[in-house]
Structure formats: C-alpha cells, structure tokens
C-alpha cells in the first residue's frame, strides 16, 4: 500500500466561497480519484485526476464546481468552488499504486461543513 | 450500469461470534474485480478484501472471508471471531477495469456492532 495524506482534515466553510483539498501520496502512482460521501451516504465518484491533462468528470459534477489539478504523478488537488451547505460531505482521495493492480487506496478524507 | 445492493443497513454480533454481510450487484461483465471495505468513525475507508471474477477460489484475509457465487451475482464477507474494533460501515463494491479508468461503484453499505 502506500501513505495517503490529505489537508485539511476537517474545515467549516461560509457559503459562497471555495475550499482547495490536498491530497499527497508518499509513491508515484498511476491513477488518482476524487470521492464524495455525503452524511449517511455511501461514496460517488466525482473525477479522475489525470496527470498532465483535464480530469474526466462523472455524470453530475462538472469542472467549474469541482477544478481539479494534478501537476505530478504524486499530488492532486480538488477546489468546491461557490460552496453552498448541500456541499457539506466527507472529499476522499484515493490511488491505484500502478498499472494492473486496480485496487484502489484511499486518503483519510476531508470532513467539510458549509454554512 | 453496474448497481452494487447490500440489504442489510445494520447488524450486530457479539464479539468471537461469526457474521455474515450480504452484497449482490448486477452486471453484464464477465471480467470484473469486488471489494470490501471498511469504514470505521474515523472515516479512514480501509480496504478488508479483494476478489478477481476470473478466480473461483474464494478470497481469505486472516478472519475474513468471502463467498463469491459469480452466476447468482452474490459476494458475501464473513467475519470470523469478531472483535470489538470490527465495528464500522462496510461497504461492497465493484470495478470493471476499462485501462485507464477503472471506476468503483458502491453499496450503500451496512452498519456493522460488534458488541460484548
């Protein structure tokens, strides 16, 4: 496995502004996602971050609520622009480690409350 | 699309007991991976197991096991000798690997208590 850390761990947000999620890994990895948990719910996909290029969105999120960067092959970072409280969620970060492996690690999570 | 169910929302067993959670999930793949993952208070999402659809020897980690009956579209935990710091959310979930994508889909999960 590897050491996944993300930042901040927790932070209450006033509506309207925009919060920036770190997620870094200790290794090079090959793939990297963006999960939300909303309270009480299970995990969704938001984007996979693709080192180089734009990140591909799922079905529901779109780039101008959610920019993503990923300048290297071991850190990502997700914006919640214009945030509102039915933002409010646990952002998870998570890595494939290489190439044909497919499963999936996960960061510790961002707790973020928006009021 | 694939779906992942897991009918149970909670259960609770007492420790050293044995417990079973149920997942199902539907899909047209042939070649796809299923995981458990576990999710104490803490939030951290904890990978528990692992299984290849192409395998039919069931995957075992230490007190966990599972039941993977491919044709029935089934893929239950079990956890052995249950302990107190086994109490967390569980989740299913299912990936087809498309390469460069390789997306993870979820089951609502199951409220696990491990009690005294």
């Known amino acids: 496995s590897a050491v996944i850390s993300q930042k901040p761990s927790r932070d209450i947000c006033q509506r309207g502004t925009s919060l920036t999620i770190q997620c870094q890994v200790d290794?090079?990895?090959?793939?990297m996602f963006w999960y939300r948990q909303q309270p009480g719910q299970s995990l969704t996909l938001i984007a996979t971050?693709?080192?180089?290029?734009?990140?591909?969105?799922e079905s529901g999120f779109v780039i101008d609520k959610f920019p993503i960067s990923r300048p290297n092959l071991t850190f990502s970072t997700l914006t919640v622009s214009n945030m509102s409280p039915e933002d409010s969620s646990i952002y998870l970060c998570?890595?494939?480690?290489?190439?044909?492996?497919?499963?999936?690690?996960f960061g510790p999570g961002t707790r973020l409350l928006v009021l | 699309a694939q779906t992942v169910t897991q009918s149970q929302p909670e259960m609770s067993v007492q420790e050293a007991e044995t417990v079973t959670l149920s997942c199902t999930y539907d899909t047209s793949e042939n070649n796809y991976y299923l995981f458990w993952y576990k999710q104490p208070p803490s939030r951290q999402m904890i990978l528990v197991i692992r299984q290849e659809a192409y395998k039919q020897q069931n995957a075992t980690e230490n007190r966990f096991s599972v039941n993977f009956q491919k044709a029935a579209k089934s893929f239950s935990l079990k956890i052995s000798d249950s302990q107190l710091g086994d109490t967390a959310m569980y989740f299913c979930a299912f990936m087809k690997p498309t390469g460069t994508a390789s997306k993870l889909t979820f089951g609502t999960g199951t409220r696990l208590q491990v009690t005294l």
């Open positions: 998570s890595v494939v480690l290489f190439q044909g492996q497919e499963t999936q690690y």
């Open positions: 971050a693709n080192q180089g290029s734009e990140a591909t969105y």
């Open positions: 290794s090079q990895v090959t793939m």
